[in-house]
């Protein structure tokens, strides 16, 4: 049978597509990234190419898998294929990280306006409650009215007891 250009195409199995953006996929490319800035990763691969360098230099010629003659041709393409990988992991992360602290820079601008609002405030309160406080007697001007008093009190009984006459400073009180 022709195929028509008025009919769309049947559809054919094709394979699971995986969403590239998903946290999942972001998460495992960003701990690869991690991983390999870490100075285990850095020992590991340095043990995996001496131990390549030693095997295919002094291995039965039969049993080597790259030749030195080539200058390791296969080592080289596999330490190139994992830099080309490893770049833009890296970037993912670094677009991660940034993602993170631009969120997190956001939540100290907000922490900070509302920290700055609470004092502000505060410091209207406190201004208000020293206006009020002016208007209130304090506890020392309550003591030296109280002292004040006390002393004319005692000078008075110092005056009946000697029999002098009374000043009329108490009835000036009342």
Do not use: C, H
Not at 11 to 37: C, H, M, N, W
Not at 99 to 116: H, W, Y
Request: net charge negative; hydrophobic share 45%.
């Amino acid at each position: 049978m022709a195929e028509r250009l008025d009919q769309p195409k049947e559809y054919r199995k094709r394979l699971p597509r995986v969403d590239l953006q998903s946290e999942p996929v972001a998460r495992a490319a960003e701990g690869i990234a991690r991983f390999t800035g870490t100075p285990q990763f850095l020992i590991w691969l340095t043990l995996f190419v001496l131990v390549w360098l030693a095997w295919n230099t002094w291995a039965p010629e039969t049993l080597r898998t790259d030749r030195a003659d080539l200058g390791f041709t296969a080592l080289t393409l596999m330490l190139s294929l994992q830099a080309s990988f490893a770049a833009p992991l890296i970037l993912l992360a670094q677009n991660r990280q940034d993602d993170r602290d631009r969120v997190t820079a956001e939540q100290d601008r907000l922490r900070a306006e509302r920290n700055l609002a609470d004092t502000e405030y505060l410091a209207r309160e406190i201004a208000a409650l020293r206006i009020a406080m002016g208007e209130v007697a304090t506890r020392d001007y309550v003591r030296a009215e109280l002292r004040d008093l006390l002393e004319d009190l005692l000078a008075e009984m110092r005056r009946e007891e000697a029999g002098e006459p009374d000043s009329g400073a108490a009835q000036d009180r009342l």
